[in-house]
């Protein structure tokens, strides 16, 4: 067995390697004849050569690994002082310098494979040694480090995955983009420097109506590689992508889920001065954590999805400009909101910013003037009973029908790689948890206006973060019907509260 070094790249040319296994070559074949058949020496020499063979673009490829892991342990130490904190998110002051990464990394991954290591490996192959003297030689050698340029990728591949790199989401984003990257261009582009350099095609003579120029292309022999390997970029990438958002979702969901678990909603009915502190923290992580989306994964396809999107679920087609308002005698105060009620059973019309064939759900008991009497916190609906009578019922009836009606939200679905791809499955992680975590409470009126409050400024505060605002919306409001069901004594926020919590916004 011949040991190759990791630094294989600095040893000196012609590498020893291959006078030693010529020699051997050369003495199995005409020195060694009795060796040969007591020991089979040549068969030895054989597998050498060929362990060697392969080695070669392992080698390679391993030093290309070992690179690429060394800079993401680099980079987290430079990111925060304790890379063992999973349970950190953004530590990164300047976010520019996550481009930086992913550019510079990627400029120096392709410029070793093509410029460091292809020309090792092209003089490798054609080396004036005896086991490749023919054709036929050359091309066992080519399929063996084919094998070997195979294995590495895997390797590569597979060690953006690897445990043994520090936990943190910031480099589960880094290792995500730099992963599709390879996917859509890398991989091609590095296959087509190999193919030019070991696999060269005869050139067609150059006539005055076809110039010399050839679009570059991958061979034969190597394109059904390719093609596994950016399909194996790709779905590694999706993967870390998603674990990235999930990862965000999760630790905000702990953080929300710690507040409303220790807080004490039957302490008092008071209505509300404030939204929970807690959403106003998490708005900030928010915040950060798409900033640095934003720079991994920049685009303005974004923005005009949104409003197209805004402008297709909400008729007022606010857009890029919403904010919280009420218009006076609407019917609901959600933002956009078309419902008109027709009728004191609280039947309606509504093509509604949620999507749904009638928008009517709890969360659009967060009072107005003109709602209806059973909606009212003063009036009262048919046969007097207000707001606990036969009205407020027939309305969660129609919320539960809505329901039937509302698109299916998948929560750990694939995210796509744009800021609001990763923003919105963050966030809808965070609402489904903020919905269970509200089913497991008991409130008080009180506290029921205090989801109410918060609902609407989760509404006027996340839609930014998503580009279908109709989801987040549909979530939020399934939060509100769970408060509502859980409150021991329901009753509407006024109007009043609203608009000097939410209304300044």
Not at 7 to 18: C, M, N, T
Not at 318 to 326: D, I, K, L, S
Not at 354 to 377: D, I, K, Q, R
Request: proline share 5%.
């Amino acid at each position: 067995m011949v040991a190759i070094p990791p630094d294989i790249l600095k040893q000196p040319r012609p590498i020893p390697h291959l006078h030693i296994l010529n020699m051997l070559h050369e003495g199995a074949l005409h020195q060694f004849d009795a060796l040969c058949e007591v020991a089979a020496f040549d068969e030895r020499v054989r597998d050498v050569v060929a362990e060697w063979q392969v080695g070669v673009a392992k080698c390679v490829m391993g030093a290309a690994r070992k690179g690429l892991t060394d800079r993401l342990h680099a980079f987290a130490k430079t990111v925060t002082k304790d890379p063992t904190n999973i349970s950190a998110l953004s530590h990164i002051a300047n976010p520019d310098l996550l481009a930086t990464f992913v550019i510079d990394t990627e400029e120096w991954f392709n410029s070793y494979l093509t410029h460091d290591s292809l020309p090792f490996v092209e003089e490798c192959v054609n080396a004036e040694a005896a086991f490749l003297a023919d054709a036929i030689a050359k091309d066992t050698f080519l399929a063996r480090i084919q094998q070997g340029l195979r294995k590495g990728w895997e390797d590569i591949v597979a060690a953006l995955e690897d445990d043994s790199l520090p936990q943190l989401p910031v480099l589960s984003l880094l290792s995500s983009r730099l992963s599709l990257d390879l996917s859509e261009s890398n991989v091609n582009l590095i296959y087509e420097a190999f193919s030019r350099s070991l696999y060269p095609s005869p050139r067609r003579p150059q006539t005055s109506y076809r110039s010399d120029t050839s679009t570059p292309q991958i061979a034969a022999t190597l394109s059904s590689d390719a093609r596994a390997i950016a399909l194996l970029c790709k779905e590694t990438g999706q993967r870390l992508l998603d674990h990235y958002a999930q990862h965000i979702g999760h630790h905000l969901s702990r953080r929300m889920q710690r507040f409303h678990l220790a807080h004490n909603w039957l302490a008092n009915d008071n209505q509300p001065v404030r939204i929970s502190p807690v959403w106003e923290t998490i708005l900030e992580e928010l915040k950060r954590i798409e900033a640095d989306v934003e720079v991994i994964y920049p685009g303005a396809e974004d923005e005009n999805e949104k409003a197209e999107k805004s402008s297709e679920s909400t008729p007022s087609g606010r857009g890029n400009g919403h904010r919280y308002a009420r218009t006076h005698g609407s019917a609901s105060p959600l933002p956009g909101s078309s419902v008109t009620y027709t009728s004191r059973t609280g039947m309606g019309n509504g093509a509604g910013g949620l999507g749904t064939p009638m928008n009517l759900s709890v969360t659009s008991l967060t009072s107005v003037a003109s709602a209806p009497a059973y909606l009212s916190a003063s009036g009262a609906g048919a046969g007097g009973t207000g707001f606990n009578g036969f009205g407020l019922a027939h309305h969660s009836l129609l919320s539960n029908i809505d329901k039937l009606f509302s698109e299916r939200v998948e929560i750990y679905g694939k995210v796509d790689p744009t800021r609001s791809g990763v923003m919105g499955a963050a966030i809808k992680c965070l609402l489904k948890s903020y919905s269970e975590t509200i089913r497991g409470l008991t409130l008080t009126k009180g506290g029921f206006w205090q989801v109410q409050v918060d609902a609407e400024w989760l509404k006027v505060c996340l839609w930014r973060f998503v580009v279908d605002e109709k989801p987040m919306n549909n979530m939020i409001e399934e939060a509100t019907s769970s408060a509502y069901r859980r409150c021991l004594d329901p009753a509407p926020v006024d109007s009043s509260v609203l608009d000097r919590i939410v209304g300044s916004l």
